[in-house]
């Protein structure tokens, strides 16, 4: 399949780029083909983290939230990219017209670092997302030290859906340290939301699933969820009238059997 002819450059997007940088059309996201595309759980989970996270501290449209999209980080070695299962970087504003979606996420071009970095374990991919595979020379970074080291991303998440298992942690001076997570949670002040782990059904497959919850410590309804509750607050007011309804009803019935008259007692 043929790629199309590069749009003009997103007017929502920085101009003024150093000459001689690629630009995102230069460098897209994965080629059809290419290994390591996303299965079924990392797509769902990746749009429960996507459909929750809603903080009441950012409009939505400065909060750019991906999935499985290209992060180039390095200006001097272009060709290099890092992939995350979700990540999400702040005031960076999301595109309000088709032409204008990121064909991938290019750190010179943003000028602003991803804040959170999420990594969904697969068999195989621990060391790798954990930090304690060993590269020789002549490879490029590893994720753990590009998030760390060359982006200084703040918070850096991994969950591992074999062991229900899900970690934090945060860049503290030059390094990550692992955050004590109570209850399998944090609460991130400055998004104004908190993450963790919830036990249910989305979009009808059940399991153990990461997603947000706000100050309440109530989890961020799904839109699905919103619709069922509207639902449920509709039928139970329909309810509650029919009810009044026939209460009123029974109350005229025993007046008019005493032969008394309801508008005697109307002011």
């Known amino acids: 399949m043929s790629q199309p002819s590069p749009a003009p450059h997103p007017s929502g997007l920085p101009t003024g780029l150093p000459t001689g940088l690629p630009t995102m059309y230069d460098l897209p996201s994965e080629q059809v083909g290419e290994s390591g595309l996303p299965d079924e759980f990392h ?101 753990w030290e590009v998030y760390e080291r060359l982006l200084r991303v703040p918070y850096y998440g991994v969950y591992d859906r074999y062991q229900n298992q899900f970690r934090l942690f945060c860049l503290q001076g030059s390094l990550y340290q692992e955050l004590d997570l109570p209850r399998s949670q944090f609460w991130l002040e400055d998004l104004g939301l908190g993450l963790g782990l919830w036990d249910g059904d989305y979009q009808g497959i059940g399991g153990r699933w990461l997603r947000w919850y706000g100050v309440d410590n109530q989890w961020i309804p799904t839109t699905a969820e919103q619709v069922t509750q509207e639902r449920r607050e509709k039928e139970e007011a329909q309810r509650r009238a029919e009810q009044a309804e026939s209460q009123y009803q029974a109350l005229l019935q025993r007046l008019q059997a005493q032969g008394l008259d309801p508008q005697d007692f109307v002011s």
């Not at 970087?89 to 000028?111: F, G, I, K, T």
């Open 43 to 143: 797509r769902l989970q990746g749009e429960l983290l996507t459909e929750t996270c809603r903080s009441p501290l950012y409009d939505r449209d400065r909060c750019f939230i991906a999935c499985d999209l290209n992060l180039y980080y390095d200006s001097r070695n272009t060709s290099l990219y890092k992939r995350p299962d979700w990540f999400l970087a702040l005031d960076v504003p999301q595109a309000n017209q088709q032409a204008d979606l990121r064909w991938s996420y290019l750190v010179w071009q943003e000028s602003v670092p991803p804040f959170l970095v999420l990594e969904f374990l697969s068999p195989g991919t621990e060391a790798e997302d954990l930090g304690t595979a060993l590269r020789s020379l002549n490879q490029p970074p590893r994720k």
